[in-house]
């Protein structure tokens, strides 16, 4: 692949402290104080962490065409025409200048403006625009924003692709007439055998995604990161103004504190008695976990963002809602010190007297109780039903729980603990993950098993996207071709190889923190199956029997976690009920190169219900190994599907060849997998 885009992102993008030499490649003129001032708030979009991998797709798409999805305000509208500004501009506009098509004439004037100003250039000049009874633009004009009605009739005008190297459609969520039959005539001229090599850039919003991805023959897409977590987001904003004002003193400092700070925790407690002035970011963890007793002032939000498990779809979903009365004295009080403090509260009062209930509400009732349930039955409380709850909760998380328990093979005909899963219940895992790594112990693969359990506990993942060609290189050597799993075991080991070192970490965007956790957590994990006598194996990742166990040990534990692709594009059905999910933006099969397509059949270790629908940590499996590992009974209870019939249909057939070996050799029958 050429590395012509990546130099541009290097040459187009001077710093501050080059301004006196730096020269803005499209007009030749130095460029002004206020680019630098736009500049900066340019690279804080969230569009811009995709800026290196936009510029390599543009270059290298097979069939010319790329998607860009992201949410509204992500930045899309603005930097993706200047980034195919500079790829037209390294081809020396020699197959065309930019366009750019808006489905409204007043969005196609205020972001030829917008982004004039951006890129420090003249309108009517370099960037320009065509609406209604105006036409803007002149010789040099290089990139143009334009009505994308105004365009169709210059293509059915010149029964050709215009004049044009670089075609944006934008808003094509919008679904405007014009934008939908530009994207047909487009496909029906098969972009790739035009002449002058054109590219076609279509910007939407996540929700149309699928279906472009289905119309253009699955092209490469751009993901759009989404924007930093609340506490996040609320930290960098007040870092920034922080650093505007003029104190006496120290600035103060800005800490987040949420279950993911890890021991970062500690800089929220450090010069407590010193005087040292902090602002915490926080949200419910601190309503009662945490004392600070220095705390003067307390602004409450009255919300609370919770993770809450489904068990009719075993998935769970982040729910923004109020706080309890409870919650709310609890953040007053915490600003009662000598002298006073005070809490703002960002919602009026009616509303919690009216509207919040009493308490907060029961995390028994919104958890997946399977691990909890797990330890009733150690405990010999044969019913779950018969222990006292302060709220009991609902039947059907309770029956989801003892059928994905009996599903492994933790519970014995009784209902009671089996051998099995008094084995899984020593284990601080979740019992899929526990049965995974038991039955590593019959593929042989411990060694590499017990690093995944560790990996996959601690979620050492990628703080951000990658922010530079050389960070996307870096994290492209560590994915591994079998998938997500195998990729945590090759970063863990790149990580034990650096010597543990930070540094190593941050040019890979990796959370040091919680790869060090994850190091801790495999030592614990190691102890504990000496302790109990479980057998392990020599390391051998890598080789190809060692990737088939390791397929095994996963699936003895995760058949109940299996999507299969229904269209070819992306769309997976989850086979123990009907939602359809689309993989995580960092997935390793989204970031390679196209034509790459989807894997069919995936096992995943999580189902997040967000606006995406997202299947995160993935692997590609093979139906036929799903068949031979899981319960028969699992297969037998799957929803009607596809699906379904598929793997009923190869059952069918496993067992006639079985039938048909026994009676040619007969020997013992031995289960697939002993451990279930």
């Known amino acids: 692949m050429s590395s012509l885009p990546l130099r541009l992102t290097e040459e187009f993008t001077p710093s501050p402290g080059e301004s006196e030499l730096a020269v803005n490649p499209f007009d030749g003129l130095p460029f002004s104080s206020r680019y630098y001032e736009i500049l900066e708030q340019r690279r804080a979009l969230p569009i811009w962490a995709a800026r290196f991998i936009f510029l390599e797709h543009l270059e290298s798409s097979p069939n010319g065409v790329v998607l860009v999805s992201g949410e509204p305000g992500s930045g899309k509208s603005t930097q993706i025409p200047q980034w195919c500004a500079e790829f037209a501009l390294a081809r020396g506009f020699q197959k065309g200048q930019v366009t750019v098509t808006q489905p409204y004439p007043l969005a196609a004037l205020s972001l030829a403006f917008r982004v004039a100003d951006e890129m420090d250039l003249t309108l009517g000049h370099e960037v320009g625009y065509s609406i209604p009874q105006e036409d803007c633009t002149g010789p040099n004009t290089m990139l143009r924003f334009c009505w994308d009605r105004l365009l169709l009739q210059e293509v059915a005008s010149n029964r050709g692709t215009g004049d044009w190297g670089v075609l944006v459609l934008d808003e094509a969520q919008e679904r405007s007439v014009a934008s939908d039959l530009l994207q047909g005539l487009l496909r029906d001229a098969k972009l790739g055998n035009l002449p002058g090599d ?79 002035q902090k602002v915490v970011v926080t949200h419910w963890l601190a309503d009662f976990s945490f004392s600070l007793p220095s705390i003067g002032h307390v602004i409450d939000s009255g919300l609370e963002l919770r993770s809450v498990y489904n068990p009719r779809i075993r998935a769970e979903s982040q729910v923004l809602r109020p706080i309890s009365k409870c919650q709310a004295e609890a953040r007053r009080l915490r600003a009662r010190r000598f002298p006073p403090g005070s809490c703002l509260c960002l919602y009026p009062k009616s509303i919690l007297e009216l509207e919040a209930s009493p308490l907060p509400h029961p995390r028994v009732c919104e958890e997946n109780l399977s691990p909890l349930v797990l330890l009733l039955k150690r405990r010999q409380i044969a019913e779950p039903g018969q222990c006292h709850f302060l709220d009991r909760p609902a039947p059907e998380a309770l029956m989801q729980a003892l059928e994905d328990l009996d599903y492994l093979a933790a519970l014995d005909d009784d209902g009671n603990l089996s051998d099995l899963g008094i084995i899984l219940s020593e284990f601080p895992l979740p019992p899929e993950l526990s049965k995974a790594l038991l039955a590593s112990c019959e593929f042989d693969c411990v060694d590499e098993m017990l690093t995944l359990a560790a990996m996959l506990t601690a979620a050492p993942g990628f703080t951000h996207p990658p922010l530079c060609a050389e960070e996307a290189a870096l994290r492209r050597a560590l994915e591994h071709a079998d998938g997500d799993h195998s990729s945590l075991i090759q970063v863990y080991e790149a990580f034990i190889q650096s010597g543990a070192d930070e540094a190593w970490c941050q040019a890979r965007g990796l959370n040091w923190a919680s790869l060090c956790h994850a190091r801790k957590l495999r030592g614990e994990l190691l102890e504990l199956m000496q302790r109990i006598e479980l057998p392990l194996s020599q390391p051998a990742f890598g080789s190809e029997q060692n990737r088939r166990n390791l397929q095994k040990a996963l699936l003895s534990g995760y058949f109940l976690k299996v999507a299969r692709d229904t269209d070819g594009t992306g769309n997976y059905l989850l086979l123990t009920h009907k939602h359809v999910a689309q993989l995580s933006s960092y997935c390793c099969y989204r970031n390679r190169r196209a034509p790459a397509r989807p894997p069919p059949w995936v096992l995943y270790h999580s189902f997040s219900i967000s606006k995406d629908n997202c299947l995160s940590i993935v692997s590609e499996i093979q139906p036929q190994m799903l068949v031979e590992l899981a319960p028969p009974y699992f297969l037998s209870n799957l929803p009607p599907s596809e699906s379904r019939d598929l793997l009923n249909q190869l059952r069918e057939g496993m067992d006639a060849s079985a039938a048909e070996s026994e009676s040619s050799s007969p020997q013992e029958y031995r289960d697939a997998c002993v451990l279930q």
């Open 198 to 276: 054109p590219r076609l850039v279509v910007l939407t919003d996540p929700a149309l995604e699928p279906k472009l991805q289905d119309f253009w023959g699955n092209p490469p897409i751009v993901h759009v990161p989404r924007k930093p977590g609340e506490i996040s987001l609320c930290c960098e904003s007040l870092s920034k103004e922080v650093g505007t004002l003029t104190l006496p003193g120290p600035p103060p400092r800005v800490l987040p504190l949420h279950p993911g700070c890890d021991q970062a925790v500690q800089a929220v407690y450090e010069d407590i008695d010193m005087g040292t």
